[in-house]
Nanobody
Framework: EVQLQASGGGLVQPGGSLRLSCAAS????????IAWFRQVPGKEREGIVC????????YYDDSVKGRFTISSDSAKNAVFLQMNSLKSEDTAVYYC???????????????????WGNGTQVTVSS
């Protein structure tokens, strides 16, 4: 059974940094993708970045490109999201999600994801 567990959220001042972690278990191999989503109350969940685990290729939404960096550690079965230069607009509940898809389809969030982890709250405020 696939399980995803997100952690690392917290309160940070504008311009600060946070590192989120997504621990993954239950995948048969590395032929899958992990994406980070975020959601604010009353709004739809928004995909912001996806990484193809097998290829190591990452795809970023323009809203986070240049500020956020996704990486993976296969030995630890974990995906990380380094968030720098945080803005108040980044305040949201962040989720990691998994899907059995190719690198070319990694960022096609309209497909929906197959597995969801818990949410971790990120609050950017002075």
């Amino acid at each position: 059974e696939v399980q995803l567990q997100a952690s690392g959220g917290g309160l940070v001042q504008p311009g600060g940094s946070l590192r989120l972690s997504c621990a993954a278990s239950g995948f048969a191999d590395d032929d899958y993708a992990i994406a980070w989503f975020r959601q604010v109350p009353g709004k739809e969940r928004e995909g912001i970045v996806c990484i193809s685990i097998g290829e190591g290729a990452a795809y970023y939404d323009d809203s986070v490109k240049g500020r956020f960096t996704i990486s993976s550690d296969s030995a630890k079965n974990a995906v990380f999201l380094q968030m720098n230069s945080l803005k108040s607009e980044d305040t949201a509940v962040y989720y990691c999600a998994g899907g059995d898809r190719s690198a070319s389809d990694c960022q096609d969030y309209s497909r929906g994801m197959d597995f969801w982890g818990n949410g971790t709250q990120v609050t950017v405020s002075s």
